[in-house]
């Protein structure tokens, strides 16, 4: 059994794969980023329990 080279279509369709998981890794990071930053910052309070009992 040969191995065939691969078609254009696979490599375009591949090349836009790689891209778009860029993209969804970018976001990820970005929301990471953005709750990291809400979290750590002082003005961040749990609620508290008889708060949400109301």
Do not use: I, W, Y
């Not at 375009?12 to 998981?21: E, I, M, P, W, Y």
């Not at 750590?40 to 609620?47: A, H, I, Q, V, Y």
């Amino acid at each position: 059994m040969t191995l065939r080279p691969e078609h254009a279509l696979h490599t375009r369709r591949r090349g836009r794969n790689v891209g778009v998981g860029l993209l969804l890794g970018g976001f990820v990071v970005l929301v990471l980023a953005l709750t990291v930053a809400k979290v750590t910052s002082g003005d961040f309070e749990l609620p508290k329990a008889e708060e949400l009992s109301q």
